[in-house]
C-alpha cells in the first residue's frame, strides 16, 4: 500500500482563557512517517472526541500532562492499518490507536488494541464498548455498587457514560433516574434507553422535579457533572450512599463566578450520612478490561444495551464539535468521520 506523503491534523494553537474558542486550534498539514521497526502506520476512520480533551488544553497539573502549544490535540482513533513493522499486524487490519487529531499517524504497535468488525461497527470502540463504556463499567461496579430496589442517578444521561450507567443500574435492579439537557435528549433517555424517570437540568424548578422523582433518596449518584446538579442531588443522597466521581464538566472551563461554594455543606453530608465519595479515572481498573468487553460487548450484541452515536463528517470540523458538545451540544457518543 503506498505511503501518502502528508496528513491532516489539528493542533492546539493557545491555551483556553475560559471557554474554548476556534483560535484555540489550528488545522494543518504534515509530514507523514514511515514506520521503524514495531510500529505501525495508521488512518483514522472515526475520531473520538471526549471532555477529558478540554483538561489536556491547560498548563495545570493533572492525572496526565498538558498537549504542548503547536502540537497535534490528544485523542484515541478507530483506524486502518496502512503499513505494519509488526508481525501482529497486517495492511487492513482495524484497530484503536492514539493518533491524536491527525488522519495518520506512525505509531507502536504496542499500544494498539484490534477491533473485529464482525462483532460490532468499529465506532463502537470509541463509546459504549470503549473507553466512556468501561468508565461506566468500573465505576458501577467497583464504587457505585448498585443493589436491587436502589436508586441511582446519573447526568449526561444520553452521552456514552451516562447511558451506560442507567443501564447497567436496571440490569441490577436498581431503579435509575437520568438527568439530561432538553426535551429530545430527555425523551431518548425515557423512551428509548428505558429509564425510570429524566429530569431536564435546564428547567427552572430542577431540584424539585429531581427529589419528586427520588421519592426513596438516592443511593448512587454517578458523578458526571458537578455545580448546580450536585447542588441538587446532595440534600437527597441517602445514609451510606455511594458517589463515584467520574467528571465535573460544569467547572472544566473553571468554576462558574455565580457558583456557591459547596464544600461546607458537602463535608457535613459526607459526615452525618456516612457518604462515600470515591474520584476515579478508568485506567486504575484496566485490569477488568475483559470483563467489561464480554459483559457489556455480550449486552449490547444481544440487543439488551443500547447506544447512540452523533458524528461529525470531517476533521477540520472537530474543534467546532468539540466546543459544542462541552456546552451540550452533541446528542450521543461524539465522533468525527475522518475517511
Ligand atoms: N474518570 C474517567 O475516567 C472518565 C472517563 C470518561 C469520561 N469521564 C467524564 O464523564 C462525563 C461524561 O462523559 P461523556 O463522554 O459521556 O460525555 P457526553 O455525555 O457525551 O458529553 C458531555 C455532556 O455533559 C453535559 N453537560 C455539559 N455541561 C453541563 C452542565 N453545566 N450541567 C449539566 N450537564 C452538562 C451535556 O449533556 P446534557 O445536554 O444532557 O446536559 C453534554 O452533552 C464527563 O464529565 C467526562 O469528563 C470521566
Excluded at 49 to 63: A, F, H, I
Excluded at 293 to 306: M, P, Y
Aim: charged residues 20%; contains cysteine.
Amino acid at each position: 500500500m503506498s505511503i501518502p506523503s502528508s496528513c491532516h491534523q489539528v493542533v492546539l494553537a493557545a491555551r483556553p482563557q475560559g471557554a474554548v474558542r476556534e483560535t484555540d486550534f489550528r488545522v494543518e498539514s504534515a509530514p507523514v512517517r514511515e514506520p521503524a521497526d514495531g510500529e505501525v502506520l495508521v488512518q483514522a476512520r472515526y475520531l473520538s472526541l471526549d471532555p477529558y480533551m478540554r483538561g489536556r488544553m491547560d498548563e495545570r497539573k493533572s492525572y496526565a500532562p498538558p498537549v504542548a502549544i503547536g502540537q497535534p490535540m490528544e485523542g484515541e482513533s478507530a483506524a486502518q492499518v496502512l503499513v505494519s513493522r509488526h508481525p501482529a499486524y497486517a495492511p487492513g487490519d482495524i484497530v484503536l490507536a492514539r493518533t491524536g487529531w491527525r488522519s495518520h499517524a506512525t505509531v507502536a504497535a504496542s499500544g494498539l488494541r484490534k477491533l473485529d468488525p464482525a462483532l460490532a461497527p468499529i465506532s463502537t470502540g470509541l463509546g459504549v464498548l470503549g473507553m466512556p463504556g468501561f468508565t461506566a463499567y468500573s465505576g458501577m461496579r467497583f464504587i457505585g455498587q448498585p443493589k436491587s430496589g436502589d436508586t441511582v442517578v446519573v447526568a449526561a444521561a444520553s452521552g456514552p457514560v451516562g447511558s451506560l450507567v442507567g443501564q447497567l443500574a436496571q440490569m441490577q435492579g436498581a431503579r435509575a433516574v437520568g438527568i439530561a439537557g432538553g426535551v429530545e435528549k430527555c425523551a431518548y433517555v425515557r423512551d428509548e434507553l428505558g429509564f425510570d424517570a429524566v429530569i431536564d437540568h435546564r428547567a427552572a424548578d430542577f431540584p424539585a422535579r429531581l427529589a419528586a422523582a427520588c421519592p426513596d433518596g438516592v443511593d448512587v449518584y454517578f458523578e458526571n457533572v458537578g455545580g448546580a446538579v450536585w447542588q441538587a442531588v446532595l440534600p437527597l443522597l441517602n445514609k451510606y450512599a455511594r458517589v463515584p466521581v467520574c467528571g465535573l464538566i460544569a467547572q472544566y472551563d473553571g468554576v462558574p463566578a455565580g457558583d456557591r461554594n459547596l464544600l461546607p455543606a458537602t463535608m457535613r453530608e459526607i459526615l452525618s450520612r456516612s457518604l462515600t465519595l470515591r474520584g476515579f479515572i478508568n485506567t486504575e481498573f484496566a485490569a477488568h478490561y475483559p470483563d467489561f468487553l464480554r459483559e457489556v460487548g455480550g449486552a449490547v450484541a444481544g440487543g439488551r444495551i443500547r447506544y447512540r452515536e452523533d458524528i461529525v463528517d470531517g476533521l477540520q470540523n472537530a474543534p467546532r464539535a468539540f466546543m459544542d458538545m462541552l456546552k451540550g451540544g452533541n446528542f450521543g457518543k461524539l465522533l468525527v468521520r475522518v475517511s
